[in-house]
């Protein structure tokens, strides 16, 4: 298996009056009403009728920063009143006043305020997500954060992804003298990552003001000799050559991509790279921003992926409805190729392609029963509104 890519994506299988078996945590099977008798003779004792909703793959959030303390109110104010991001940052906000959070917490309050974030997501349709680290910056801090992730994976039936993001943004100390930095990373974190297995893909934030395509490219060179594939945070602000940088490290996705110019689009396009594309619509809506061009992406005949990147400066919502309504309203997707993004391509951007994303059996159960609706278009046409009725995580009802 793997991704839709361009056209592909505008195509969503579809079975109308249908039947679907779970045994266990997996899908045994499925097929149409009228061939029932002869495809499922012996009909189990526990049935759900879902007259009138649809059945879903349950949404695979492919970037989020779920773990974080504390949230940033006084900033969202100060946006309305002009402030950009860079300039948030620049004065010690931004993603460093979420650090000072994370120094303060203990591990025990992180994770139980984490646990109720995830609880929220998946009563949201949320069976799949990634987690990244990036407010500790320190290497007992950055180890905080892995550790709840870790915890949060092992007590959850959603299937977690943990991304090391120690390379979000240079702490005040190290403003002037990056190689320091970049040498705790490499030297002190990335060591006692591994031995502890705490994540599964190194990402960094290539950006101006933040870290350079060489500085991102060290990096990551670092990660991958700890196993860590490359995710990587790229064109949100600037277009510096982080794209570039994505398909030189072969990155498994490059995310945001809110500044794209056409030039980025054909480098993409004549690549041999064979990634996704994981755009972020709320941080643009949030920002004030402009919308990743999908569009274009797709007629180039790129993956696309939709996440959440659920975080308390620019996204602090992980409600994936509403990421699949923007996409529709603001970037001009289909509902089908909107569906796709935020479904198997997502289980895709996290590695999980083979066992979630898409009604098939063998995979796991992960699905979102809607309430009656007249088509999958009311989804996003409603953006309002909560259409979904209940979640199944591993064949268990969950919320």
């Not at 899908?27 to 049935?47: C, H, T």
């Not at 949201?124 to 500790?136: D, P, Q, R, V």
């Not at 309430?371 to 209940?390: E, M, Q, R």
Request: with cysteine.
């Amino acid at each position: 298996m793997q991704p839709l890519y361009g056209n592909q994506m505008a195509v969503l299988p579809c079975l109308e009056n249908a039947w679907l078996l779970i045994e266990g945590n997996e899908i045994a099977g499925f097929g149409e009403m009228k061939n029932i008798q002869e495809d499922l003779p012996v009909l189990p004792e526990e049935r759900l009728d879902c007259t009138g909703k649809l059945v879903l793959p349950a949404w695979c959030d492919s970037h989020t920063h779920l773990v974080y303390a504390g949230s940033r109110e006084n900033e969202f104010v100060d946006k309305i009143n002009g402030l950009n991001y860079a300039q948030i940052n620049a004065r010690g906000g931004g993603i460093l006043n979420t650090v000072q959070k994370i120094n303060d917490i203990s591990e025990d309050e992180l994770f139980r305020i984490s646990w109720k974030r995830l609880e929220e997501v998946v009563s949201l349709g949320t069976g799949a997500i990634e987690i990244k680290s990036g407010y500790g910056l320190t290497t007992e801090n950055e180890l905080k954060m892995l550790r709840v992730i870790r915890l949060l994976k092992e007590k959850s039936p959603v299937r977690i992804k943990a991304t090391f993001l120690g390379a979000h943004t240079y702490p005040l100390k190290y403003r002037e003298d990056h190689a320091a930095y970049i040498k705790i990373i490499t030297q002190e974190m990335l060591p006692v990552i591994a031995k502890e297995k705490l994540a599964d893909y190194i990402d960094v934030f290539c950006e101006q003001g933040f870290f350079s395509p060489a500085e991102t490219e060290t990096i990551l060179r670092a990660g991958l000799q700890y196993g860590l594939k490359p995710k990587l945070h790229v064109n949100q602000l600037n277009d510096i050559g982080g794209i570039e940088t994505a398909i030189k490290m072969n990155a498994i996705s490059m995310d945001h991509l809110e500044n794209m110019p056409v030039s980025e689009i054909d480098r993409i396009k004549n690549s041999e790279w064979k990634g996704l594309c994981t755009l972020l619509p709320t941080a643009a809506f949030f920002l004030r921003m402009n919308y990743p061009p999908a569009r274009q992406l797709l007629e180039s005949g790129a993956a696309l992926a939709l996440a959440s990147d659920y975080n308390p400066g620019s996204s602090p919502t992980g409600n994936m409805n509403f990421v699949i309504a923007l996409a529709c309203i603001q970037m001009k997707l289909v509902p089908e190729e909107a569906i796709n993004a935020a479904t198997i391509n997502g289980a895709f951007a996290m590695g999980l392609g083979h066992e979630l994303g898409s009604v098939a059996v063998g995979k796991l159960a992960n699905l979102i029963i809607t309430k009656p609706v007249a088509s999958l278009a009311s989804l996003p046409y409603h953006f309002g509104t909560n259409s979904i009725d209940k979640v199944m995580l591993r064949g268990q009802i969950v919320a």
